[in-house]
């Protein structure tokens, strides 16, 4: 079974459009976080969240939210995708919040036109 | 703040050969260190950490790091190379944002290994 599941993995939209990227987990984990890569390879933590508190990376534009309609699920919603949104979004969960070791998804190839 | 860089961008072996992956870091106290790899289009792995236990520290897949203090490094080895090796190899340091050695992490710019046959 896969312990960290994302859909889709590729994600083609233009300019303008709102999106979704939905993040499951089923490792009994209490915390996910979102990542970006970009195009260099660099990752970047966009958000860190669990049942108590929504960490968010003050780079992140508020055209970025985090929904978790619960433990297992951390949904990534994007409004008004813009051509710098093109980077793969990887989903993360951990045991405790900052623990340090975490497990991620395949990722999700978002392509913006 | 804390931070790491990764000294090379790509390193290619020779299969077999000896794998070296440089890591320095920067922390104001005792970080936890990590190492993940990412193989073309997957997700991260995570490879081993070090979280001030013995300062050499085995992962997975026949790696190891050591943990050097007067150095502020935390190279990555194998002894012998494999063609599954092939991947990108991130440095990772948790950034203390939730106290101690805990918190978000804070990773490197990635090395890119490349394995001949």
């Known amino acids: 079974d896969t312990a960290v599941s994302q859909t889709p993995k590729y994600l083609v939209t233009q300019m303008g459009n709102d999106k979704s990227i939905k993040c499951e987990q089923n490792l009994g984990h209490d915390t996910m976080y979102w990542y970006k890569q970009d195009s260099k390879k660099f990752l970047k933590i966009m958000f860190s969240y669990n049942n108590k508190e929504l960490i968010i990376n003050e780079t992140v534009p508020n055209r970025f939210s985090p929904k978790s309609p619960d433990k297992a699920h951390l949904n990534l919603h994007i409004n008004s995708l813009e051509l710098g949104d093109s980077a793969v979004y990887f989903c993360?969960?951990?045991?405790?919040?900052?623990?340090?070791?975490?497990?991620f998804g395949p990722g999700t190839r978002l392509t913006v036109t | 703040a804390q931070s790491v860089t990764q000294l090379d961008s790509h390193v290619s072996v020779s299969e077999g050969t000896p794998v070296l992956l440089r890591c320095n870091y920067s922390?104001?106290?005792?970080?936890?260190l990590f190492w993940y790899v990412q193989h073309p289009n997957k997700g991260l792995q995570l490879l081993l950490k070090y979280t001030s236990a013995a300062t050499l520290v085995k992962g997975i897949n026949g790696f190891e790091a050591e943990f050097k203090k007067s150095e502020t490094s935390f190279h990555l080895t194998k002894p012998s190379a494999h063609m599954s090796d092939a991947a990108e190899y991130f440095c990772v340091v948790s950034d203390g944002s939730y106290g101690g050695s805990q918190g978000n992490l804070i990773f490197g710019k990635g090395t890119k290994l490349s394995v001949k046959p």
């Open positions: 922390s104001s106290y005792s970080p936890s």
């Open positions: 993360a969960s951990s045991r405790g919040q900052g623990l340090g070791e975490q497990y």
